[in-house]
């Protein structure tokens, strides 16, 4: 009896035990689940593509939708005409409307406010030739149509709506110009102010309000250079100036404003040392034109995640020397390639996400400038190729350069996604980052993109017709990472190719993206069995 009953109490301790790990397992597996962002693609898009078509530009409406816009390389009346289509944020096709414009006339452009779409075209680049700009209703209805012509040989590289009228940043003879076309008079005028030499137009961007920030950097070799930030009203009158002196060390290589969503004006970007392509770090800075205040420097060694692309002993190497120069009063000697793309505010502060990569080709003129810009290109991409956006705007501009047969498919590699909190003074909360598999690009154009959910952010691009999905949670830091492939609108529906370049992932609006690219798809249930398609999935993160 005795041993009877010491076998069933064995047994009952092992089954104890056994529940015990279970429930724990369970417990683990539950907490994973919930900490890992849940991805569904619940919306696609198609349109006909061949090969020989120009390809879509997309733009996002935020709550109004996508629009989606290409040449047709077809002609009525002598106009050639362009397709306008505007989808719900369902995908599905609210308008399609045909745009004729002049025949010898590019796409330069485009901006979006509230209910209106605005189309920027250009007879030429590099000369004193004419602008056409069209406003579209959210309707797909033309509202009204502006042509014009600068008395200059104006360069564009800015393009931005600014209450009712519209502002142009460029070049005059390699120095920097800001021009505003004032629509109720159909006049357009030189904001003074502007033509400096050796100075860099970084920034021209428009606020909540419908004042606008311009940024300028002295690029020169000469001591004292300074870095000069003004706001304007909507008719360009000057409302601040703030005169910043730039450190005789160091260099400000790039610069996205704020835009007043909260009430404090601010400047981040990235740092290297002076004639240095490369950058040391990110920069925060307040404008405050009545007070002295310094730009607070931030070496990438100071931060948690930004060397999780290297091996392991090397990033604690770097960051080991970063405390060191930092201790001392020297420069950080660890430098790369980044870009900023985003600047996002919220009620605590601001976010900046920018990405590492690498020039695997030195053929474009970009690499000629020491800096990341020269005034005759724009490094964050190309019209005709995937559409591409100037850092935190949904606003695309034509580089100069396109066309240069510099350009090509090898240029950049891409290797990691990083994401700065940054509080209301500028100080670091975290930092995360997610690694992008050494995404080859044509240029320097953004791979990924991100979203802020209530205790977690999650990261996400596209590799071919794969989703990559990295998840932190911000109260401990932990990870998690998935592969999604692109949903089709048919279980038949087989993928035999994708182009490698052209596509991409945009947050959209709330907790949702839009992924876009061209697809071959094969289905033998169909009477067409294979279609070539340009295509949009909305993903959502939950």
Known sequence: MYRCNHIITRHKIRSMRFSTIAVSLIGILFFAIQSMAQVTQPRRYE???KNSDEQFTLISLKEEGLAVIKDLNKFKDGKKIWELTVLDTALREKSKTEIPVNDRNKMVGYDYAPGHLYFLFRTGET??????????????SEVARFSFKPDLDFKLTHFSKAGDNFTFGGYVNNEPTVVLFEVKDNL?????????????LVDLRTNQNSTFNTVLMDRGSRENRKLIFRTFDEAGKQLLEDVIPIDEEKSLQTGITS???REDLVLLGTWGERNSKQSIGFYFMHVDPFNEQKIRFIDFGQLEHYTDYLNPKRAEKIKENSRADVKDGRLPNFTTYVMPYRLTEHKDGFLLMAEVYNPISTMSPYYSNPYYYNPYYSPYGNLYGSPFYYPGMSRMYRPYMYGS???????IKTSQTVLLSFDAHGKI???????????????????SDFVVLDDKVCFLYKKESELKVKTVMLTDGSTSEAVEKIILPDPQDVIRSEREFDGGVRHWVGDSFYVWGYHTIRNNSKDDRVRDVFYVNKVVAR
């Open 259 to 261: 835009t007043l969503e």
């Open 47 to 49: 349109a006909p593509h």
């Open 188 to 200: 357009i005028r030189v904001i003074p102010g502007f033509f400096q030499k050796n100075t860099e």
């Open 429 to 447: 909360v975290w930092d995360q980052s997610m690694q992008l598999d050494e995404m080859k690009m044509p240029g320097v154009e953004q791979v």
């Open 405 to 411: 047969n510099a350009r090509n498919v090898d240029e």
């Open 127 to 140: 000369t004193k030739n004419d602008f056409e700009l069209i406003d579209f209703g959210i309707n797909g």
